[in-house]
């Protein structure tokens, strides 16, 4: 069949699937392999499809399992459910009280339109290395728990992404939830975003958590997100500044070492030497709202 390549049909010709249960959609996915594509929220797959960009033969539908969506407190972790709305999770109380960097992150993607449709999983799953949920929720300590036709199992998030569109997940598996710790007592964070307009995914980006002591970082985690083939954890930026005292001058050497450390590449949104130039603005931006917030909380 022919079909409009730029906008509006989708190809006729596959086999549509709506579980109830995880076992039933991992065993669907298990069966159909390659030849099967995940439908979440719809906001990737289905431009994909429409552009023939991908054509699946069996199209599996999750939004009938209720145990996927959802954000609950449990006694010693936060846990998403990977089916969970990204407009959802925007107001969600307990992810604007206990985790604002997520909030942050999330108000960050798209329109409110694509936000009421995406789903925090099919943000991730995509893994774009733009994708704004996946370093505030690595800077987290976030991990993503796996369901697959024969077992679960669960890693931390960082771990998930591969490269460009890749992740771990196996034939038959999927991803299921998201759980987080509790932040510690004195834990911050900030999240920015640079793009070429406010609704485009982003030229760079940044997801700092630290826990702070007065100015001194007890512990940080730095997330780059449109730098490398997969969201960039800087673990040397990490060891450089904790323990320390937050100071302008550390500050402007953090700055330093995220831009040395960072992999970009020149696209259509910017140069390799751009996304260096602006890493280290960001940087030092997310540090000092750090340290602004920590010296209001004296």
């Known amino acids: 069949m022919s079909i409009n390549t730029h906008n509006t049909h989708i190809v006729n010709g596959f086999a549509y699937h709506a579980p109830t249960s995880v076992a039933e959609a991992t065993k669907l996915l298990d069966e159909h392999g390659v030849e099967a594509s995940i439908l979440a929220g719809g906001t990737d797959l289905v431009p994909k499809m429409k552009q023939a960009i991908l054509k699946p033969k069996h199209v599996v539908n999750l939004k009938h399992i209720p145990e996927l969506a959802g954000v609950r407190e449990e006694a010693e972790q936060i846990r998403i459910g990977a089916l969970t709305r990204l407009r959802d999770l925007e107001r969600s109380i307990i992810v604007t009280e206990k985790l604002p960097l997520i909030h942050e992150a999330i108000t960050a993607i798209g329109s409110v339109q694509i936000r009421n449709m995406a789903t925090v999983g099919g943000n991730l799953c995509n893994a774009s290395p733009a994708a704004d949920s996946a370093q505030a929720l690595v800077a987290l300590g976030a991990k993503a728990n796996i369901a697959g036709p024969k077992c679960e199992r669960s890693i931390e998030l960082e771990s998930f992404f591969t490269g460009p569109g890749r992740t771990v997940l196996g034939r038959g598996e999927l991803l299921a ?43 940080i985690r730095v997330v780059m997100g449109a730098v490398a083939p997969t969201p960039l954890r800087l673990r040397n930026v990490e060891q450089s500044l904790a323990k320390k005292k937050l100071t302008v001058d550390a500050i402007e050497e953090a700055g330093k070492l995220v831009s040395e450390s960072i992999k970009p590449i020149t696209d259509i949104r910017g140069t390799a030497e751009y996304r260096r130039v602006a890493s280290k603005g960001l940087a030092m931006e997310a540090l000092t709202r750090i340290l602004d917030g920590s010296r209001r909380d004296k």
């Open 177 to 219: 939830s998201l759980t987080l710790p509790y932040p510690e007592e004195g834990s911050r964070g900030a999240f920015i975003k640079l793009g070429r307009t406010s609704l485009d995914l982003a030229t760079v980006s940044i997801a700092v958590n630290a826990k702070m002591k007065k100015e001194t970082v007890e512990s």
